[in-house]
């Protein structure tokens, strides 16, 4: 194999269906198909039909990559695939996919971490930029998942500090969308409410921030109980026939997701004596997560990386770049009975 | 040489060659792990004696009727194989290797019916008449109530656990013989996603 092996990557987790190409560390091809529309009038992320769109959108996807890239299938030297976590039935899509790519061309096949791989993706900047230093911490929000990890090695050492208890933080966007009646996805949507409104205007609850939370739940995230006050808060205010402020809400629910987010991540980057941050996931778009995200870094001195937006949503190279990065370290492939693992723990980088 | 992959019900994969010979065979009746075995299964029939990727001239996929997750795991498997040989995809529905082995044992004659569970307390049917090379489809797949489904006594049941993958690659051989087209490529769902639109529940 070359010293920079070329790897096509699959990525079903979700609601994307990703397909990557890199070689070693540069990006060749990020093909995503989005069934997000068709998720739309539910409000939230539909498993049936996200695997259904997953199944319709894989060949278009690989053909594109493949033309993007200007590669053959035959050139591959390995094929990569999210074994977990994610949605049971969306993840069985690209692995059955995966496992039959590698045995029909006959290629080494690798099932990883889609947790590791969004740190991963961050290998794959463009000529000339600084590469990812580690340790690293890394805060990776998303629809599906809020997690906070220790990376001291991408393709042997990483640990969870914390995530969700409850609802992942992009979730809690959805719901409060909804409750504001603005569409789906919540997140943009906020974003832009949220924009000419006051972020003081309610103080809603930042979860498990309190001392007695904090001892068992220092890096665990609680964004269920927000959400219940925001509708409260607007019941209040329908109830009692008043307007309902949404630029106010708005603001005020994106202050309380973004101050809860970055101070658990800052916490932990004071706490351990790292560095560094680095940002994952959808919600890195959230221009108030980035901006806080920055005010914050700074005041601790803490360096802030967040990889450009095509590679923080779910996509296929960044799981491609996480397997060349395994490949280079001299990991052997995977087994190809491994299953679809709908909780694979962050710990286990390589399924 | 074709591959013919089944997971429909367990999982299910061969390679027979263009005169029907079986060249090699897995399969399973397990329901519930059709992602992890459709690897190995692959790996083993590709690599069994006489059998090679390079040599694959078409992939036989069942579509289905079937529990949708595990259904898709085949169907998944059976593209990339066809796009990593560039070769062609030839979808059957997974009811039709039933039938045929129903007719060619000599156990299914005139009209009959290949039923499968469904689950939710349905059953998924189709009604051939019997002929060779290939069975008659008269009513296509479709769900029916389990306590509504009353056989007919002119159409004699024949409810199936596990669907084979020879029987489906034969199917595709007659097919390609006789010339006639195959399925379109998406699975036989039968039930559109079972979401609710419920609006926002009072939390106080
Ligand atoms: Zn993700």
């Not at chain 1, 939230?44 to 053909?63: K, Q, S």
């Not at chain 2, 045929?100 to 044992?105: F, P, Q, T």
């Not at chain 2, 689950?119 to 019997?130: G, S």
Request: charged share 20%; net charge negative.
């Amino acid at each position: 194999m070359s010293a920079q092996p070329l790897v096509l990557g699959i990525e079903s987790s979700c609601d994307e269906t990703g397909i990557g190409i890199v070689r070693g560390t540069t990006l060749l091809a990020n093909v995503i198909s989005s069934s997000m529309e068709q998720h739309a009038r539910f409000g939230g992320v539909v498993p049936e039909v996200a695997a259904r769109a997953h199944l319709e959108a894989l060949e278009p996807a690989l053909r594109e990559a493949l033309a993007v890239a200007g590669v053959t299938l035959d050139e591959l030297d390995a094929i990569a695939v999210t074994s977990g976590p994610g949605l049971a039935g969306a993840l069985m899509v690209g692995v059955g996919a995966a496992k039959a790519l590698a045995v029909a061309l006959d290629k080494p096949f690798y099932a990883v971490n889609h947790l590791v791989g969004h740190v991963g993706a961050d290998v794959l900047r463009t000529e000339g930029e600084p590469a990812i230093e580690l340790p690293t911490i890394a805060l990776l929000v998303s629809g599906g998942h809020t997690s906070l990890l220790h990376v001291r090695d991408l393709t042997s050492d990483v640990e969870l500090l914390g995530e969700t208890i409850d609802d992942a933080a992009g979730e809690a966007f959805d719901k409060v969308a909804r409750l504001l009646g603005l569409p789906y996805p919540g997140g943009p949507h906020i974003d832009r409410a949220a924009a000419d409104g006051n972020p003081t205007a309610v103080r809603f609850p930042r979860g498990l921030t309190l001392p007695k939370d904090l001892e068992r739940h220092r890096y665990d995230f609680s964004f269920s109980g927000l959400k219940t006050a925001v509708a409260r808060h607007v019941e209040k205010l329908r109830d009692a026939g008043e307007p309902v402020p949404i630029a106010d809400i708005a603001a005020s629910f994106r202050e309380a997701v973004a101050d809860v987010l970055t101070a658990k991540a800052i916490a932990a980057c004071t706490d351990l004596g790292v560095p560094r941050l680095l940002l994952g996931g959808g919600v890195a778009a959230n221009a108030r997560v980035r901006a806080l995200a920055a005010e914050r870094c700074a005041a601790a001195g803490v360096e802030l990386r967040i990889p450009p937006i095509s590679l923080c949503t779910d996509n296929g190279a960044m799981i491609a770049a996480l397997a060349a990065q395994l490949i280079m370290a001299g990991h052997a492939p995977s087994p190809l009975d491994v299953s679809a693992d709908s909780t694979l723990p962050v710990t286990q980088i390589q399924a | 040489m074709l591959l013919a992959i089944d997971t429909s019900a367990g999982t299910a994969v061969a390679v027979v060659a263009l005169d029907g010979r079986v060249l090699a065979e897995r399969s399973t009746d397990d329901t519930r792990r059709h992602a992890e075995v459709i690897g190995p299964f692959l790996d083993e029939v590709l690599h069994a004696p006489g059998v090679s990727a390079g040599a694959l001239t078409g992939v036989v996929t069942g579509i289905g009727p079937g529990p949708y997750t595990g259904l898709r795991v085949g169907i998944a498997a059976a593209h990339a194989v066809a796009i990593a040989r560039g070769i062609p995809l030839l979808p059957v529905p997974s009811h039709d290797a039933v039938a045929l082995a129903l007719v060619e044992g000599g156990i299914a004659a005139g009209r009959f019916a290949v039923v499968t569970d469904a689950r939710r307390r349905e059953v998924a049917v189709t009604v051939y008449a019997a002929g060779l090379p290939l069975p008659t489809v008269v009513e296509p797949a479709h769900l029916v109530a389990r306590i509504e489904w009353t056989p007919d006594e002119a159409v004699p049941a024949h409810e199936v656990l596990e669907i084979a993958a020879v029987p489906l690659a034969h199917v595709a051989l007659a097919r390609l013989a006789a010339g006639l087209p195959f399925a379109a490529p998406q699975p036989l769902y039968l039930r559109a996603p079972d979401v609710t639109l419920s609006a926002p529940k009072r939390v106080s």
